[in-house]
């Protein structure tokens, strides 16, 4: 297959469906990790064309919205700064924080802007050596590796006005946080294809082999969560419990050494918070001490800060996939893309925006 249609056949679709229907025979729980697999899942009703044996749960994995509530208030207060320029990915200007949101600071005159690489704020502090230049360092092992190239550029141009706020967290350590938790109901897993294309998928096997579950390497295109689904459950019927890669166009088993060199280079593995979930041990990345100078939060001293969620917004339960959008009270009403209460309903791989923008209703 070389072209986007072609992984959106109708026909093709129809038959993996039918392949699903066909082989399950008992009650299956599956979560998809990444949210833009959420996002076609529900974009195209594949959820609710699945046999009623087949249950989908929507899993934390939008980076956006797992940021915690604290991290977003420090850069609030570093934004906040006259003498910093605030770089981020536009998804995150209107994540609410305690006290607002990124788009709003700079409505009030604040110099935050949107870049669409982190080599652009680089850029912009060569360009500008009296400003400090701050970057927003957020998401999975698929942003890491840019992330680290722009702090090595950084360095090599001796540049001192320029430091991120990092924010990067690990999957298997979420996917090992979901098994462990005693609620949990998940019986296989569709892994992220980007993020495999990074890291690879060697990671997930002893993960498979522990907790005795499938786990499926899987695109993002309506065909390629069909397959994905359809391997999971024939793992899940045989008794199986592999990791598997449906993705084989871009993933290969020991993904990509070069990008892995880099971060591995430039940050350390760390305990990370996530919102909705709390802390996960060894489940982010923070600067490693060589780059320490380049860590904004420590440049700017805004560690210690007080955070408060929003009492109407049940995230941290959608993100753990034990409730649904559908089941908050605020959902499309007090919670809209426009006035959103909690990051799942603004970020374009949150599940709330998903749901939401396929008019899924309470």
């Avoid at 360092?137 to 990092?166: I, K, Q, Y």
């Avoid at 090992?176 to 294809?193: C, E, H, K, S, Y």
């Avoid at 440049?299 to 109407?312: K, M, P, Y």
């Amino acid at each position: 297959m070389r072209y986007l249609d072609e992984y959106r056949d109708p026909v093709l679709a129809r038959r993996l469906l039918a392949d699903v229907h066909a082989a399950a025979t008992r009650p299956w729980t599956i979560m998809e990790v990444c949210g833009g697999q959420t996002h076609t899942i529900v974009r195209q009703g594949i959820d609710e064309l699945l046999p009623a044996e087949v249950r989908m749960i929507h899993g934390p994995g939008c980076p956006v919205c797992v940021t915690p509530l604290e991290t977003l208030d420090r850069a609030l207060a570093i934004a906040a700064r006259p003498e910093v320029t605030f770089t981020s990915f536009g998804d995150m200007l209107r994540v609410p924080g305690t006290r607002g949101d990124l788009l709003g600071l700079r409505a009030r005159g604040a110099d935050v802007r949107v870049v669409y690489s982190p080599l652009d704020a680089v850029g912009l502090a060569a360009a500008d050596p009296d400003r400090q230049v701050v970057f927003f360092a957020v998401g999975f092992e698929t942003t890491a590796p840019a992330n680290a190239m722009a702090v090595l550029r950084a360095r090599d141009l001796g540049l001192d006005n320029f430091s991120m706020l990092v924010s990067h967290v690990l999957v298997p350590p979420a996917i090992t946080a979901v098994l462990d938790a005693p609620d949990n109901q998940v019986r296989a897993f569709l892994a992220a294809g980007h993020v495999c294309a990074v890291m690879g998928w060697s990671e997930y096997e002893p993960i498979a082999a522990r907790y005795r579950v499938p786990i499926v390497v899987t695109g993002f295109e309506p065909l390629d969560l069909l397959e994905g689904i359809l391997m999971a459950v024939r793992q899940l019927e045989d008794g199986r419990h592999e990791v598997e890669n449906q993705y084989a166009r871009a993933v290969r088993r020991s993904g990509n050494t070069a990008a892995q060199d880099a971060v591995r280079r430039v940050f350390q593995v760390t305990t990370r918070a996530w919102r909705g979930i709390g802390p996960i041990t060894a489940s982010g990345l923070s600067l490693a001490p060589e780059f320490a100078d380049f860590d904004a939060e420590r440049r700017f001293a805004v560690g210690g800060l007080d955070s408060a969620e929003n009492a109407d917004c049940i995230a941290g339960a959608i993100l753990r996939g034990t409730s649904l959008p559908t089941d908050c009270a605020a959902y499309g009403t007090r919670c809209t893309p426009r006035h959103p209460l909690g990051a799942p309903m603004v970020s374009s791989e949150g599940t709330c925006a998903a749901f939401h923008n396929a008019g899924r209703t309470r």
